[in-house]
T-cell receptor
Framework: LAKTTQPISMDSYEGQEVNITCSHN???????ITWYQQFPSQGPRFIIQ???TKVTNEVASLFIPADRKSSTLSLPRVSLSDTAVYYCLVGVEISSGSARQLTFGSGTQLTVLP | AAGVIQSPRHLIKEKRETATLKCYPI?????VYWYQQGPGQDPQFLISFYEKMQSDKGSIPDRFSAQQFSDYHSELNMSSLELGDSALYFC??????????????FGPGTRLTVL
């Protein structure tokens, strides 16, 4: 089962734009891509979801290329409170033939510096 | 607004004991997901239920079982506990009409420690 990979960590300064990419080569055909934010010892919190091209909401944008094998979460003007782990979540097709398995990415620890 | 409720929040068990974790989804949510997150690890999908039927199965060990009841709450039953089962167990729910896997609302988790 191919892993869904992300950079382990990223540092940024307050007010900057941050882009976090997730690679998901085995994404299931009909699955959306969702992104979550997680603080220590808390459950993940939904940020944004998309199927293809670009999606924007009040907190983030999501860019998905035509082949859908990756996605990029864009956080505009980050603040100190955005320091957290960010995960993508996709359904991955499994070689065994069963439907697909929900798979979190490896997670990216974003640290926002003053 | 009501959130996902999980109980207990903390649980300590000995090896080879059994444990039952409970999840109460957001009212009117019909889909429940279970995840296991070890220390410093990403969450691993275990199993999901839609309208009381199992919908997707992930890396849930054979020692574990789960079900969703008529009131949509769900229970994760864990038997023959091993040290490696120590983890945070999250439950998430999603609303009717949400495609499987999308916009999930997570509970605060149950921290299971196996001694």
């Amino acid at each position: 089962l191919a892993k869904t990979t992300q950079p382990i960590s990223m540092d940024s300064y307050e007010g900057q734009e941050v882009n976090i990419t997730c690679s998901h080569n085995n994404i299931a055909t009909n699955d959306y891509i969702t992104w979550y934010q997680q603080f220590p010892s808390q459950g993940p919190r939904f940020i944004i979801q998309g199927y293809k091209t670009k999606v924007t909401n009040e907190v983030a944008s999501l860019f998905i290329p035509a082949d859908r094998k990756s996605s990029t979460l864009s956080l505009p003007r980050v603040s100190l409170s955005d320091t957290a782990v960010y995960y993508c979540l996709v359904g991955v097709e499994i070689s065994s033939g069963s439907a697909r398995q929900l798979t979190f990415g490896s997670g990216t620890q974003l640290t926002v510096l003053p | 607004a009501a959130g996902v409720i999980q109980s207990p929040r903390h649980l300590i068990k000995e090896k080879r004991e059994t444990a039952t974790l409970k999840c109460y989804p957001i009212p009117r949510h019909d889909t429940v997901y279970w995840y296991q997150q070890g220390p410093g690890q990403d969450p691993q999908f275990l199993i999901s239920f839609y309208e009381k039927m199992q919908s997707d199965k992930g890396s849930i060990p054979d020692r574990f079982s789960a079900q969703q009841f008529s009131d949509y709450h769900s229970e994760l039953n864990m038997s023959s506990l091993e040290l490696g089962d120590s983890a945070l167990y999250f439950c998430a729910s999603s609303s009717p009409g949400t495609p499987l896997g999308h916009e999930q609302f997570f509970g605060p988790g149950t921290r299971l420690t196996v001694l």
